[in-house]
């Protein structure tokens, strides 16, 4: 089933994906530093920090504890 066509969803996909790239810059870490960290491939984690990608709830609480935070940091 494709995503709903929502007013919102391409900036809130952005902005998610920005935040995930903050928090990891603010880890120094690479790409590929926070995909070996959670299991993701570094492509993917391209893809989500340039909001082309959404990712489940479930890979949200990855990401989450990959970057040592909660998940609703990756939200603010």
Known sequence: MPA???VHLTDNRTRFG???AALRLERDWTQQ???E???FDR???NRIENGRHSPSLDRVFV???ALGG???E???
Request: aromatic content about 4%.
């Open 18 to 20: 920005h935040r995930v």
């Open 70 to 72: 909660q998940p609703l």
């Open 74 to 76: 990756l939200f603010h």
């Open 43 to 45: 492509k993917t984690v």
């Open 63 to 65: 990401l989450a504890d």
């Open 33 to 35: 530093q926070l995909a």
């Open 4 to 6: 709903p066509n929502h």
């Open 37 to 39: 960290a959670g299991g």
